[in-house]
């Protein structure tokens, strides 16, 4: 069946540092590609999304690229902030959500 | 416009005992998902209603959980009997319409906790 593997954290960052979050994905299909985001106290939200190989999905700063090839979707972000800190899902969506474990990700004044 | 709401937002119950999870839909969504997080693990789909009807409840784990979405409105989660290893985060989803790039609204979660 379809699955997702992503980093495992948590992840511990300073202000303004690069942060990375590396995603890999199985399926038969031509899924789809999220990131969730979930801050403290709040629901899922969707951070971005791209529907084909080679699309890239960005938004608030990170990006992502599906890469067919290699089977990926990893989260970069050139400079995090204090409020980037959340739990990070990557997800594929094959006409139902298949979710990774989630990423923990703390960044420090 | 209200996104999904779920209540209660935490609910700490004893083994063997009944939880009734409620979910409100963003309005004129048709298609509403229930999904589990346990343990910090990984998010698992458990089902999905189009309307009132169950579209797809492959994810059920067993016959102690029983989902209804009566009227096509609002749906509930009963877990009857609860077990410990039921504990996690619920959440409740909707979507307009289905399909690959469809985007999912997700309420806050409720946290069940069994002791």
């Known amino acids: 069946g379809d699955s997702v593997t992503q980093m495992e954290g948590p992840v511990t960052l300073s202000e303004e540092a690069f942060l990375t979050i590396n995603c890999t994905y199985t399926?038969?299909?031509?899924?789809?590609l999220f990131w969730y985001v979930q801050y403290p106290g709040e629901g899922l939200q969707l951070l971005l999304k791209a529907t084909k190989a080679d699309d890239k999905g960005s938004n608030k700063g990170f990006e992502a690229t599906y890469r067919k090839e290699t089977t990926s979707f990893h989260l970069e972000k050139g400079s995090v902030q204090v409020s980037d800190s959340a739990v990070y899902f990557c997800a594929l969506d094959d006409y139902k959500l298949s979710f990774g474990a989630g990423t923990t990700v703390t960044v420090r004044a | 416009e209200a996104g999904v709401t779920q209540f209660p937002s935490h609910s700490v119950i004893e083994k063997g005992q009944t939880v009734t999870l409620r979910c409100d839909p963003i309005?004129?969504?048709?298609?509403l998902y229930w999904y589990r997080r346990v343990m910090g693990k990984e998010i698992k789909f458990l089902l999905h209603f189009v309307k009132e009807s169950k579209q797809d409840e492959s994810g059920m784990p067993n016959n102690r959980f029983l989902a209804e979405r009566t009227g096509g409105t609002y749906s509930t989660l009963k877990v009857q009997p609860a077990e410990l290893e039921d504990s996690g985060v619920y959440f409740c989803?909707?979507?307009?319409?289905?399909?690959?790039?469809?985007?999912?609204?997700f309420g806050q979660g409720t946290r069940l906790t069994v002791v």
């Open positions: 399926a038969t299909g031509y899924p789809s």
């Open positions: 989803a909707s979507s307009s319409t289905t399909g690959r790039d469809t985007e999912a609204f």
């Open positions: 309005s004129g969504h048709d298609n």
